[in-house]
């Protein structure tokens, strides 16, 4: 609980994923992936319940050998088309309503508690009605373009990038995917986490960013969490 609001916590992990098979349950630096989501959230000054939505039964094990709440998802909500407003809708109308509803996907395990209590105290701040986590992007899209069939890279940097440090560049932010924010009449009314307004950025270090999505996301992870442990030994 914040500022008198209650806060619902919703885990959302497939038991399939096609490019890297049990992504949710693949051990990462000594335990399944979504041990770092749960313990996060577990540790979380604010966050009043917590529930994993799954159709594996491996996945519901470890959030109930958590003492986590869970809700099993049924089969049409557990394909590749599946949204996630889908999901949390269907978690939605089988607990208790709670004022603020935070997604937590276990694709971001370098999301802290830290980040989480953050995220609900900037809400505040801004007195928004949502916030959503974002970070600098790694290359600057004003660095990018479409390539034609011959592969001509005529007119491919836009004459007013040219020639400038990537550096002296305008920042640009990507959505990480670690943290979805919002009271949750707002969100069933609009049916989405982003509401068309009173919404603000939190922004997160690209190191904590890793969005777990093939192999070299998982690996780089694993670097990125070994190397905090020996820096904090």
Known sequence: ????????????????????PNKNILPLAGKPLISWTIESALKSKYIDKIVVSSDSEKILQIAKDYGIETVRRPEELATDTASSVDVVKH???????????????????LRTE??????????????????????????????????????SMKDFIPENVKGKRSQDLPKFYRINGAIYLCKTHKFLEENTFFIKENIYAYIMEQKDSVDIDTYLDFKLAEVIIKDNVSQNI
């Not at 914040?2 to 890297?20: D, E, F, H």
């Not at 609900?120 to 990018?144: F, G, N, R, T, W």
């Open 91 to 109: 978690v939605l109308e089988n607990v208790a309503y709670h004022d603020y509803v935070i997604l937590l996907q276990p694709t971001s395990p």
């Open 1 to 20: 609980m914040y500022q008198g609001k209650t806060i619902l916590a919703i885990i959302p992990a497939r038991g399939k994923s096609k490019r890297l």
């Open 114 to 151: 830290k980040h989480i209590d953050e995220a609900i105290e900037y809400l505040y701040q801004k007195k928004a009605d949502a916030v959503i986590s974002v970070c600098e992007v790694e290359h600057s899209p004003l660095l990018c373009n479409t390539l034609p069939e011959d592969l």
